[in-house]
């Protein structure tokens, strides 16, 4: 899984797969769901982030991590 935020467009995006979306839902406004071939759900993009959630901490509980990545 991975996050990404463009401040530019204010959008969050979150990688739930590597597989390519075949579709896409909105499934509220500015959140949209993008769904692969077989029906999983593979990321999820936030428009205005900042308005929909607090980007300011990310807190992670009770995840089997094996590694976690910090990038600028």
């Known amino acids: 899984m991975r996050l990404d935020y463009d401040p530019q467009t204010d959008s ?14 909105e499934v509220g406004e500015g959140v949209v769901v993008d769904v692969g071939a077989q029906g ?9 982030a900042s308005r929909q959630v607090d980007l300011r ?15 600028a």
């Open 12 to 25: 969050l995006y979150i990688h739930l797969s590597d597989a390519p979306a075949r579709d896409s839902l």
């Open 40 to 48: 999983q759900v593979v990321g999820i993009d936030i428009q205005h």
């Open 57 to 71: 901490a990310l807190s992670v509980s009770h995840l089997p991590l094996t590694s976690v990545a910090l990038a």
